[in-house]
């Protein structure tokens, strides 16, 4: 079983920037992938970006240019970096470890509590 949980979300201003972390343990090895998704109230969870062990990234076309994903092998720990927050960009975002095949992110079964994101004026 794998353990996730996710921190650093708050309340942000449209146009500012925030870094979240999830701290992973459990059973992981460094070939998994990882990567962040989240969740709006009505909607269906999306994957917002994901980053493989030799650190290849994809983002969705949402948050490309303005999200950053990275990981601590290390420290098992991923991370995402939020700038120039839009207030769609609100949501729940939930990290997870999974695989990757032909550029396409496959989820692992377990989610952490989820840490909320607001964007705001």
């Known amino acids: 079983q794998v353990q996730l949980v996710e921190s650093g979300g708050g309340l942000v201003e449209p146009g500012g920037s925030l870094r979240l972390s999830c701290a992973v343990s459990?059973?992981?090895?460094?070939?998994?992938?990882m990567a962040w998704y989240r969740q709006a109230p009505g909607k269906q969870r999306e994957l917002v970006a994901s980053?493989?062990?030799?650190?290849?990234?994809n983002y969705a076309a949402s948050v490309k240019g303005r999200f950053t994903i990275s990981r601590d092998n290390g420290k098992i720990m991923v991370y995402l970096q939020m700038n120039s927050v839009k207030p769609e960009d609100t949501a729940v975002y939930y990290c997870n470890v999974g695989t990757v095949y032909s550029g396409t992110y496959y989820p692992g079964a377990y989610w952490g509590q989820g840490t909320q994101v607001t964007v705001s004026s």
């Open positions: 459990g059973t992981i090895f460094s070939w998994h992938a």
């Open positions: 980053i493989t062990s030799g650190g290849s990234t």
